[in-house]
């Protein structure tokens, strides 16, 4: 699968300003090209963009401040949306989380080019500190809040750290998804990870205390 076909594709109308969508979405597949014709992205300066998307440079600096920010943006349409959360319980928020989370790393081992873009994002500090703090902080952010919520409500002890918790649910699909490439990843992991994890942080009910 290549990096343009990996991209969710938008349903129903779309809002906003048609005319600047389209220079947009002309702008991100303009990346996305240069990416898949094998250029590395130390090489993707906004000129070659510009040119590839066969716009003028002040029309991407009107919408991004420079190319990290374009880079995230970029990312961001390859990689699966972020979920929406049913909020019936931490359980089944925990386990949607984990389901985003199983379904990126699919995309990435099926995608020859975004495996490629990440490996190469981690050695450019400044492409990797902008998609640090716009995608993986507020994904995490979104972890600890459905776990503050649990722990409020009875659904998780209160004495849990939930930084420590947090590590708990997501790293054993971090550890498939990125350090084990020959892992599977099959659907229900999700729920197993939630569910094996949940024994052990879940509060005591009066009933398993008695014996």
């Known amino acids: 699968m290549s990096l343009a076909e990996s991209r969710p ?16 979405r002309a702008i991100v597949e303009g990346v996305m090209k240069l990416l898949e014709d094998g250029v590395p992205l130390a090489e993707l300066s906004i000129e070659r963009v510009a040119r590839t998307a066969g716009v003028g440079k002040a029309t991407i600096y009107r919408r991004w401040s420079g190319k990290e920010e374009l880079f995230v943006d ?34 990435s081992r099926s995608s020859v080019i975004l495996h490629n ?10 492409i990797w500190a902008a ?44 550890v498939r998804s990125v350090m084990r490439p020959d892992a ?8 197993e990870i939630v569910d094996t994890v949940l024994e052990g942080l879940r509060p005591v009910s009066s009933t398993s205390s008695s014996h």
């Open 184 to 191: 599977d990843l099959p659907e229900g992991l999700s729920e």
């Open 9 to 24: 594709r938008p349903d129903g109308p779309v809002r906003g300003r048609p005319r600047s969508e389209a220079v947009e």
């Open 74 to 107: 970029v990312l961001r349409a390859a990689e699966p949306p972020d979920p929406e959360l049913p909020g019936t319980s931490m359980r089944d928020d925990l386990v949607v989380l984990l389901e985003s989370l199983r379904r990126r790393g699919l995309v």
């Open 117 to 126: 873009v990440h490996a190469q994002m981690k050695s450019s500090p400044r």
């Open 131 to 174: 998609y640090h703090a716009n995608v993986i902080v507020p994904r995490r952010n979104l972890g600890l809040d459905v776990l503050r919520r649990g722990q409020l409500n009875g659904e998780l002890r209160a004495d849990v750290d939930l930084e420590l918790a947090n590590d708990m649910f997501v790293g054993p699909m971090l």
